[in-house]
């Protein structure tokens, strides 16, 4: 017995290419930050790049949780994607306050390697 709505579990889902994609870009960047700054430039790039990483994985558990809800109440699931929106938000921006304020990382790698991160979205292919 099969159900056609149950997503496989292998890598093969977009979200997971680009969780791939973004950890060898932070990789990379905590590399190059450990290279030239040193170790609390690299443990700041590699929060950063972890904020990124963890707002994919938030997004991709809202669409999830949207196509459920399609299925038993239709447009009923951009409430969903309004608060998976908000609570990402909430989220990168609580991280950024207790990266630079309490845990006093530099923010400029946290800041560049959250951003370089976000551009795996454009390398996720098909």
């Not at 099969?2 to 290419?17: F, R, S, V």
């Not at 990379?28 to 963890?54: N, S």
């Not at 800041?111 to 976000?118: D, L, M």
Request: with cysteine.
């Amino acid at each position: 017995m099969t159900d056609e709505n149950l997503q496989p579990l292998g890598l093969n889902t977009g979200a997971h290419k680009i969780i791939a994609i973004q950890a060898l870009l932070v990789t990379g960047m905590g590399w190059v930050f450990y290279t030239y700054q040193g170790l609390q430039a690299a443990q700041a790039a590699f929060y950063g790049g972890g904020i990124a990483i963890f707002n994919v994985w938030l997004s991709h558990r809202g669409v999830q949780t949207a196509a459920k809800i399609a299925q038993v109440a239709p447009t009923k699931e951009i409430y969903v994607f309004y608060f998976v929106a908000v609570q990402r938000f909430i989220f990168a921006l609580g991280c950024f306050i207790l990266g630079m304020g309490w845990l006093e990382w530099p923010p400029i790698p946290m800041i560049v390697t959250f951003g370089i991160a976000q551009i795996g979205y454009f390398f996720k292919g098909n």
